[in-house]
């Protein structure tokens, strides 16, 4: 999104997970297969763990559920610097979680809440 709006320069993003179940594995293929229809790759992408050190680099920590922030959060030792949020709260969706489709089996309806977050947190930087 930050590319096909010639953004990217301005942006580093970065994912982690904030459990340890994943670790080393590679995007679900779910994930995988709905990215791949869009034309996105995620070649050699695999799980990493939060720390504390990605806590203070970035600028923003933004999770997609209520259980991640909890989770950062305990990873990090709390939210003093006020980076951790909610993705769909940028979406006007205040204190709403993505739906996790490793549960839900639906990865188009998290794909598009995902697009929707993304955008109204984007909107800022216009």
Known sequence: MVQRRGQAAEFEIASAATSRE?????VHYGTRNKLASLGISVAGKTARQMTRRDYEYYDY????????IRNIERLVGGDDLHKISLLLDYAGRKGESIADPWYTGDFDVTYADIVQGLEGFLKRYE
Do not use: H, Q, S
Request: avoid cysteine; aromatic fraction near 0%.
């Open 22 to 26: 994943e670790i080393g594995n590679p």
């Open 61 to 68: 920590v933004i999770a997609m559920d209520k259980n991640n």
